[in-house]
């Protein structure tokens, strides 16, 4: 059973900076992609950075510049670098990936990010 497990979350002032992490755990199929969502309350869930098995990484507009996504293929592990945090960012944010030739979603259960004006 595929599980992602998501961890660094917390209260943060404006402006400062959380780097989440995402581990993957009993997969046997390959990862197509990797992404972390966020929803905040009463609002939808949103993608918020991706990566590809290539490498290749996007973003929402909102976080162009101040969130980094990566990974690491030894730790089976997704990051996300959040700096230059503010208020708006507070959500609770899940890590989701896309597995096998069916491209079959996991999610993480969530971990709250808060950012104090």
């Known amino acids: 059973q595929v599980q992602l497990v998501e961890s660094g979350g917390g209260l943060v002032q404006a402006g400062g900076s959380l780097r989440l992490s995402c581990v993957v755990s009993g997969s046997t199929f390959s990862i197509n992609g990797m992404g972390w969502y966020r929803q905040a309350p009463g609002k939808q869930r949103e993608l918020v950075a991706g990566?590809?098995?290539?490498?290749?990484?996007f973003y929402e507009d909102s976080v162009k510049g101040r969130f980094s996504i990566s990974g690491d293929n030894v730790k089976n592990t997704v990051y996300l670098r959040m700096t230059s945090l503010k208020p708006e960012d507070t959500a609770v944010y899940y890590c989701?990936?896309?597995?096998?030739?069916?491209?079959?979603?996991?999610w993480g259960q969530g971990t709250q990010v808060t950012v104090s004006s």
């Open positions: 989701n990936g896309d597995f096998g030739e069916l491209g079959i979603d996991y």
């Open positions: 990566i590809t098995r290539g490498g290749r990484t």
